[in-house]
């Protein structure tokens, strides 16, 4: 008999529920198949002696599960085909009896097979392929399928036909390929004196980083999470978790992440005793273009936003993102995401988010010279905190700007565009202040004599001119 676990919940990190999963059917039997992201296979012979029926074991491990916190489908049958269409398609705990396989899974739709493992029939766009043929024939539940006659199906399908029609009938097509539980990868380190501040720290650190980093350098891994576990001398348990932006290796910049992170959340008193345990993924390989500006590694970009964190504060570092407002430079802080590699995928921020923000380089150039040139458009930097400025008006539009900012020195308009009247938020009031959090503006864009383009706008309810921005 073969059981198998399906967690369909979307995860933010499903290579954590792949291990929980492992470590769970682990429990249950020592020859686990670990097919794809929450997907597992079990061997169950024999636990009948220790658990009872199938209907039991199956009811045993969904109890484990929920323990555990996870919401899985649990399928035992004769076959490890069957139990694997069965968890895929059913919630619940679904038990076949010896010599039903065939019976339980003929109802399913052809669309289960999508999600059945892929290194037992072929790659993702081969079962499309076969998926849309099989319906072109009016098949659509694996029973359907199941009935067609094999030597026709052959000359059709070829081989990859006879497979497909023994997986209609929950037939395996190899047996289960068991592999060795993997140690978590974790140092633990005792100190004979407890260690108090981020500088005597940071050596132990080391001390534990660089092993670690050696054993995924062994195994072509990368941490994608780091989980401090720390005893403190008042023999309180305090514990860390630090989420890396890109899976690295480097002990020096795991090092440095960790310290920045304990700066930021201190431990509160000293410790005598740790343990580091690493969440590990697939080493990447991050190939630059040669044509392109080049990007900072992701090892140097998490160093920065940690020390900048640590400096101001996590809720100050992050990346601009729109926000559902007509308010003039409104924008939110968001999550760092990291850069794209792709050069013809990266897109420059939107003018008015934030200090500097600005159009990039334009499409490239057709022929050689477009390997090295790039069309040049304008772009507009807006002014975090709006300059004052001194406007002259006749007629009712702004002929000379003056303002007491070096760099901006104004001078008479020659050409003048407006005005655009903005407002809104008027019906917004500040908590305890009893301010009005609305704005009132009439915007102006406006040529100067010395060649600079200027935003400028009048704020309606003081009466006062600004400098918004400036044309680069």
């Known amino acids: 008999m073969f059981a198998c676990l399906f967690d369909p919940s979307p995860q933010v990190t499903l290579f954590a529920v792949s291990a929980a999963l492992d470590a769970l059917a682990r429990e249950f039997s020592p020859r686990v198949q670990a097919h794809r992201d929450a997907l597992v296979s079990l061997d169950i012979g024999g636990l009948g002696r220790l658990l009872g029926t199938p209907a039991e074991i199956g009811e045993e491990l969904k109890r484990a599960a929920e323990d555990r916190g996870l919401s899985l489908h649990v399928a035992i049958a004769p076959t490890r085909t069957a139990a694997l269409l069965l968890a895929l398609a059913r919630p619940g ?13 003929a109802p399913l739709p052809l669309g289960v097979l999508r999600h059945y493992p892929r290194e037992l029939y072929g790659t993702d766009e081969q079962c499309g392929r076969v998926i849309d043929l099989l319906r072109r024939w009016g098949l659509r539940t694996l029973g359907d399928l199941a009935e067609l006659p094999a030597r026709p199906l052959s000359e059709r399908l070829g ?5 497909w029609r023994r997986l209609a009938r929950g037939e395996d097509l190899q047996p289960l390929a068991a592999g060795a539980a993997e ?3 974790e140092e633990t380190l005792d100190l004979e004196w407890p260690v108090e501040g981020l500088e005597p720290l940071s050596f132990v650190l080391a001390r534990v980083c660089e092993p670690l980093a050696e054993r995924l350098a062994a ?13 403190l001398v008042s023999r309180e348990a305090a514990t860390r978790d630090l989420q890396l932006p890109a899976p690295m290796r480097d002990p020096k910049v795991l090092r440095t992440l960790l310290l920045l992170h304990l700066e930021s959340h201190p431990l509160g008193a000293g410790l005598d005793r740790l343990t580091l345990r690493v969440d590990a993924a697939p080493a990447r390989v991050t190939q630059f273009s040669l044509l392109a500006r080049a990007q900072p590694f992701p090892e140097q970009m998490a160093t920065l936003l940690a020390r900048l964190s640590a400096l101001v504060g996590e809720s100050r570092v992050g990346a601009a993102a729109l926000v559902d407002s007509h308010r003039p430079g409104a924008f939110a802080m968001g999550r760092f995401a990291g850069w794209k590699t792709d050069a013809a995928a990266r897109v420059s921020p939107p003018a008015g988010q934030g200090h500097g923000a600005g159009e990039g380089a334009g499409p490239a150039q057709s022929g050689s010279a477009g390997l090295l040139a790039r069309s040049v458009r304008p772009g507009f930097r807006r002014f975090r905190v709006p300059v004052p400025a001194r406007v002259m008006v006749r007629e009712g539009k702004p002929v000379r700007v003056a303002t007491g900012r070096r760099g901006l020195d104004g001078g008479a308009v020659t050409a003048s565009a407006g005005p655009w009247r903005t407002s809104g938020d008027w019906w917004c009031v500040k908590e305890g202040s009893g301010r009005v959090e609305g704005w009132n503006r009439d915007e102006w864009d406006v040529a100067l004599a010395d060649g600079g383009v200027y935003r400028v706008f009048r704020d309606r309810s003081r009466d006062c001119w600004f400098v918004d921005g400036i044309v680069d």
């Open 219 to 231: 195994k072509d891994l990368a941490a994608v999470a780091l989980h401090l576990s720390c005893r």
């Open 183 to 185: 140690a978590p990868i």
């Open 159 to 163: 081989q990859d036909g006879v497979a």
């Open 93 to 105: 705990v679904m038990v076949v009896p010896p010599g039903g396989e065939r019976q339980a899974v």
